[in-house]
Every structure is written in structure tokens, then in C-alpha cells.
């Protein structure tokens, strides 16, 4: 260890607890609290704090060994029972989307010690300000005041029917692609 600078007339190891004691003893009895006060104090706390470092680097090195060791073993570990949860979860999801397939209704099974659920691909719109506003000047110009179009404001004017934008009376709206995305399958445990 390293020796402290000259605190309170001796010459003794210190370290930051001893620094807390001593600091509540001055602020009891009246005497000013340690600090830097030249080279010599500054270089014993120059090492502390390099010495304090080095700590924390090597356990951190460690650490990081140990858990690319554990990575690994579990890893290799588990590496037959993933395949398993992969084929099995494919197997499944594969018969609930022929169900869904068969009838729409069916969304999800529930199995004694599972549940097989699907979920509708979110629904995105995007739109092209150009082909719109070429559009809107002739079709809907009730449109052109909230330029720069926001879905919102699109959604609650216009419909969806197959995959497109339309009007109350039918009619696609030009510029807007609304996109589904496709439908997910989830296996959980019950």
C-alpha cells in the first residue's frame, strides 16, 4: 500500500473509508478535512486512483472471460433443444396458418400445453405528395388544406378495400400505398 500524506501529524496507510472517518472527526472537533495540498498529496492520490483502476480493468477482463465461456457452453448446451423449438414451432405455426387459410375465423389454438396464435401484419400507409396532390386537385381538393398529408387525416377520410385507398363513392385514391405486412405466428407454453 501506499503511504497517505501527513494527516493530523502522522504518517499512516489511508485509504477513502479512512478519508470518511476522518473527514466526520473534522467536522466534530473542528479541523479542516484532507485535500490535495501539493505534488506529494497528489501523487498518493494520483496511484490510488490508478492502482483503483487496474482493479476494476482486471475484474472486468475477467468477467468478460467467464462469460464468453458461459456463452459458449450454453451455447452447445442447448443447441439440439433450439433445433427442436425450431422445427416443432415451424410445424406448428404451419398447421395454424392452413387452418387460417381454411377458415378466418380461426386466428389461434390452444393446445394443453401450448398456444399456437397468429396475429394480422400491421397496416402501413405511405404517401406520395406529388401523385396525391395531382389527385386531390381534382377529386377531393377538401384534401389539399392538411398538406402535408398525415395518415390520420387520411385514414379518417379514406377507406381500404384490397390493399388500396378509396373514397366514400369507390374510387382509388391515386398517391396513397397502403402496405400489410404479413401475418405472424407465435407458439407460447401454457
Do not use: C
Amino acid at each position: 500500500m501506499i503511504d497517505a500524506p501527513h494527516l493530523f501529524g502522522a504518517e499512516e496507510v489511508f485509504d477513502e473509508e479512512a478519508e470518511r472517518i476522518l473527514s466526520a472527526l473534522a467536522a466534530v472537533f473542528g479541523t479542516p478535512r484532507w485535500r490535495v495540498d501539493g505534488v506529494r498529496s497528489a501523487e498518493w492520490i494520483a496511484n490510488k486512483w490508478r492502482h483503483a483502476a487496474e482493479a476494476v480493468a482486471e475484474a472486468e477482463a475477467l468477467a468478460a472471460e467467464y462469460h464468453d465461456r458461459i456463452d459458449r457452453w450454453l451455447e452447445e448446451a442447448t443447441r439440439a433443444d433450439r433445433r427442436t423449438i425450431e422445427w416443432a414451432t415451424a410445424h406448428l405455426t404451419d398447421w395454424l396458418r392452413r387452418e387460417h387459410e381454411a377458415d378466418e375465423k380461426v386466428k389461434s389454438r390452444k393446445l394443453p400445453s401450448a398456444t399456437i396464435a397468429s396475429t394480422a401484419g400491421r397496416e402501413r400507409w405511405e404517401v406520395f405528395e406529388e401523385a396525391f396532390v395531382a389527385w386531390a386537385r381534382t377529386n377531393r381538393p377538401d384534401l389539399l388544406r392538411a398538406i402535408p398529408q398525415t395518415v390520420a387525416t387520411l385514414k379518417q377520410a379514406l377507406t381500404v378495400k384490397d390493399g388500396k385507398a378509396i373514397t366514400e363513392d369507390g374510387e382509388t385514391a391515386d398517391g396513397v400505398a397502403v402496405i400489410t405486412g404479413e401475418r405472424t405466428y407465435t407458439v407460447r407454453l401454457t
